[in-house]
């Protein structure tokens, strides 16, 4: 290998109470594509935010080509030739393609200029893109072509890419890889952090792994397989769900001819979503991020009605019934957002306990709320799902992702539903809880609930769904025994590719 | 460099501690202030916070007024602060007070000269609607239209202003005042006046009326479903329609308690320490109250506590202006300052200061 691009040297960066990294070192050469690899919580973004002059590393040293590198701002890390693409966009829904990547330059070139440079750029690498057109109507897999079409406006010598693929079919995943190969070619160094082990292992050419803020392990992930590589991002052997056969029984909720005019302008209207869901039975809803997936669970949440007729549990019609009336029918549900929708952040466990449970767990009488009451539905919740927590009186936004989604889907779990649709139940959860998560899921459709699960995840769907059915624009496709599927049929289930050509 | 970090939890000792933090900065600053003036810094402040209570010279007027201003405080701010804690913003109770006054005092004075003590509760209950009924109309056009209720609900105490001045000098004027602006006194008509209940004290019925508020609005925020869905509401408005709660209902609750109890103050007023309706009876109670309400956490105790506070400042202030010849702008700055301190120490609340060099957060 010729001299490395970046080189990283016992980097240290510590928070009060957590070592973010300790002692991080690896290097990546030119036109390397390396992966980072490791649970949440395992410091990879401190890690490349230090590298992207967002955080200050406390010791240790980088070089970029032979250069020291200590940014202090983004600024100083892009004129060294670092670019990074987030996980979460940082665009303007209001304003077109040219204007959100003028935004993000420091000497933006006129706009006729710039928009044909866009053009000509996103061409190059099969990433077309029209300047003109207003962000808001974008897909998300055409977000990210904007987000990365800024970073190689700027001819980086260094991109970083975090989870690039959570919002992207395994078609437009594969021409994002097309691209990422072909500016590897070119000479750029990518650093890829993500926690899908099989992408890793098909794109990247080395590996680094984090575990607690250490490096781990390092490996070709071409020659490792993925379990070896998930328990060391882990530090302790997996076991998979269990998931007994088992034959589904009577119907239990049925959803007919659902539409639904979006909520909001950038909203996804539902278009005749039809859904029939079985005692016993777990349907998993895959998509792609902005399909629908937030309106179909407000939908069926209660939290926004639909035409009589539309969903029915059990031979009644809830369609125009609240959310507190269709959790006293049995149908439950936990939304994706953690803080701020299934929880209140500033609320203590016992008042985010009573939020949802109330009325099933017997809380209050004539309106008075039992507090004792609610305090003990808290403790069972945190002692049956095992959130980590001082007491049932620790504010919700002062638990980890994991430990608030494992208390969210143990709220609901424990209230015993009929019907339980979760949205997103392991998002930014580590593997551990994700594993008892998907656990207490299965164990709730074995003892005779109905569970729909809509997710991104779809390694997650197929471990435990029964039937697999895509979320597209709004429109739900028919539903097909998960058993019989592969990663491909699902992905042209999911839409397919979006129009997108691959780079040549 | 001094930094700020976000505390997990919000720290429950500095809940309690920052009032009293607040009203030390306050004496501090205050004080200075004073002696920037040329005055002697700790009488003023003995006289603001002392002798307005206990020199046997002036306590015998002033310790009254204490419940007498603390009263209609402390009723409207309770029912603001539930409006407050759902993020329903009523800034109109001076408004809704005015009105609960009129409306209250012209179903009086349609009776009179009847002699029934049945026309006070008569007059009180009109009263709490006209409040009531005056909230409505922000409330209904919110619901319905999505208009901004701090907008409204403000504009109309400048309708509610005016209404009071035609109906002073027109349909209630009293016919028997030598055409003087302003009503009958209705604190000297048997049958409708709230009278001083304990003599010397100040309490009056509507000094009775705001403690019950405050202890039902304690019992609502604390004990009720109702009130658990108000302060969810305000903290985490998401969460609050996914647990149930509808907006426009409690929009209309909040709005509606708020403007009642407002409504209530005004109509105590007239009947009490003020008498009558005549074009200025109302001081900006309704206003005061929103400070209240702030300064006392939009808890109920602590808006009691807040109210009681306030009235010693007013009448500490005016005995101080009297008294040392402090200039009635010092004694609003102090107030002022009063306010802008506890909103300041309450980042102590959510936040730890640390000195130290400034980092980014992960």
């Given at each position: 290998m010729t001299a490395p691009l970046l080189s990283i040297q016992g980097l240290t960066k510590a928070y009060p109470g957590v070592v973010?990294?300790?002692d991080v070192s690896f290097e990546i050469g030119k036109g390397q594509i390396h992966a980072l690899l490791g649970e949440n919580g395992a410091g990879k973004s401190t890690l490349v935010k230090m590298i992207y002059g967002l955080v200050t590393p406390d010791s240790g040293r980088m070089e970029i080509a032979g250069q020291p590198h200590a940014p202090a701002t983004p600024l100083q890390a892009r004129d060294a030739g670092v670019a990074m693409v987030f996980q979460h966009f940082s665009l303007f829904?209001?304003?077109?393609v040219a204007e959100n990547i003028a935004l993000g330059m420091t000497d933006p070139p006129p706009m006729r200029d710039l928009a044909a440079r866009i053009r000509e750029v996103s061409h190059a690498y099969g990433l077309?893109?029209?300047?003109?057109?207003?962000?808001?109507?974008?897909?998300a897999g055409e977000r990210q072509r904007v987000e990365i079409v800024r970073c190689l406006l700027q001819d980086p010598r260094l991109l970083i890419m975090d989870?690039?693929?959570?919002?992207?079919?395994p078609q437009e995943v594969e021409i994002l890889f097309a691209t990422l190969r072909k500016l590897a070619a070119e000479g750029t160094a990518i650093l890829y952090i993500s926690h899908k082990l099989e992408e890793i292992r098909s794109l990247c050419d080395a590996a680094t792994i984090l575990r607690l803020g250490k490096v781990v392990g390092r490996c070709d992930p071409r020659e490792t397989s993925a379990r070896e590589l998930a328990e060391q991002m882990v530090g302790s052997t997996l076991s998979s769900p269990a998931r007994p056969e088992h034959t589904p029984g009577d119907t239990l909720l049925t959803v007919e001819n659902l539409s639904l005019p979006p909520a909001h302008a950038f909203g996804t209207p539902l278009r005749d979503i039809q859904i029939t869901l079985a005692r016993g039975e777990v349907l998993g809803i895959g998509g792609v991020?902005?399909?629908g997936q937030d309106e179909l669970l407000a939908a069926l949440s209660g939290e926004r009605l639909s035409p009589r007729g539309t969903v029915t549990l059990d031979g009644s019609d809830?369609?125009?019934?609240?959310p507190e009336a269709r959790r006293k029918a049995g149908l439950l549900s936990a939304p994706e957002?953690?803080?701020?929708?299934?929880?209140?952040?500033?609320?203590s466990l016992t008042e985010n306990a009573l939020l949802t449970g109330h009325g099933r767990k017997g809380l209050t009488g004539r309106g008075f709320i039992d507090w004792r009451g609610a305090a003990g539905f808290a403790r069972d919740i945190i002692a049956a799902f095992d959130v980590r927590t001082?007491?049932?009186?620790?504010?919700?936004?002062?638990?980890?992702g994991g430990n608030l989604q494992k208390f969210v889907i143990g709220r609901e779990v424990l209230q015993g539903p009929t019907v339980l649709v979760v949205n997103q139940?392991?998002?930014?959860?580590d593997a551990a809880a994700a594993a008892a998560i998907r656990q207490a899921l299965l164990d709730l459709a074995e003892a005779g609930a109905g569970v729909i699960v809509i997710s991104q995840d779809l390694d997650e769907l197929m471990e435990i769904s029964d039937r697999f059915a895509a979320l597209n624009e709004g429109r739900l496709s028919a539903p097909v025994p998960a058993?019989?599927?592969?990663v491909k049929r699902i992905g042209l289930m999911l839409?397919?590719?979006?129009d997108m050509e691959a780079a040549e | 460099m001094i930094s700020l970090e976000k505390r997990p939890t919000p720290s429950r000792a500095w809940t309690y501690a920052t009032p009293f933090l607040a009203v030390a900065l306050t004496v501090i600053a205050g004080g200075l202030m004073f002696a920037a003036l040329g005055k002697d810094p700790v009488a003023a402040i003995r006289t603001i916070f002392y002798d307005a209570l206990?020199?046997?010279?002036?306590a015998a007027y002033s310790r009254p007024q204490l419940l007498v201003k603390a009263g209609p405080l402390i009723l409207i701010a309770t029912g603001l602060a539930l409006g407050f804690r759902a993020g329903?913003?009523?800034?109109?109770a001076e408004g809704q007070y005015i009105i609960g006054a009129l409306t209250g005092a012209a179903v009086g004075l349609a009776l009179y000269?009847?002699?029934?003590?049945m026309i006070f509760p008569l007059m009180v209950i009109v009263g709490a609607l006209g409040g009531w009924a005056w909230a409505m109309i922000p409330a209904i056009l919110k619901t319905?239209?999505?208009?901004?209720e701090i907008l409204v609900s403000l504009l109309l105490v400048y309708v509610a202003e005016n209404l009071l001045a035609s109906m002073a000098v027109g349909?209630?004027?009293?016919?028997?005042?030598?055409?003087?602006?302003?009503?009958?006194?209705l604190s000297q008509w048997d049958s409708a006046a709230n009278p001083?209940?304990?003599?010397?004290?100040?309490?009056h019925w509507g000094v009775v009326a705001a403690f019950i508020a405050v202890i039902f609005a304690y019992i609502l925020l604390n004990r009720h479903l109702t009130g658990f869905h108000i302060r969810l509401a305000g903290q985490a408005p998401r969460a609050a329609r996914f647990a149930g709660v509808e907006p426009t209902r409690l929009v209309v609750l909040c709005l509606g308690i708020s403007g009642a109890l407002a409504g209530l103050a005004g109509i105590f007023e007239v009947t009490g320490p003020a008498g009558q309706i005549s074009?200025?009876?109302?001081?900006?109670y309704g206003f005061t109250a929103i400070i209240v309400a702030f300064l006392g956490r939009l808890h109920p105790i602590g808006i009691a506590l807040a109210g009681l506070l306030m009235a010693l400042t007013y009448i500490g202030g005016e005995l101080a202006s009297f008294?040392?010849?402090?200039?009635a702008a010092a004694i609003q700055a102090f107030q002022g300052m009063l306010l802008f301190f506890l909103l300041a120490v309450d980042v102590l609340t959510n936040y730890r200061v640390r000195l130290g060099r400034r980092e980014a957060s992960a």
């Open positions: 973010a990294n300790d829904d209001a304003l077109d077309p893109l029209d300047p003109d057109r207003i962000v808001g109507d974008l897909s989870e690039p693929t959570s919002v992207l079919t991020a902005g399909n809830l369609s125009r019934a609240g957002e953690r803080l701020g929708h299934a929880a209140a952040p500033d609320m001082p007491g049932e009186g620790t504010a919700a936004r002062a638990l980890s139940p392991t998002w930014g959860v058993a019989t599927l592969d839409g397919g590719a979006h | 206990f020199d046997p010279q002036f329903v913003w009523n800034i109109g000269p009847a002699d029934t003590r319905r239209f999505n208009t901004n349909r209630l004027r009293n016919p028997e005042g030598g055409g003087f602006p302003g009503s009958r006194n001083e209940l304990i003599a010397d004290t100040g309490m074009i200025d009876f109302n001081v900006g008294m040392l010849g402090i200039p």
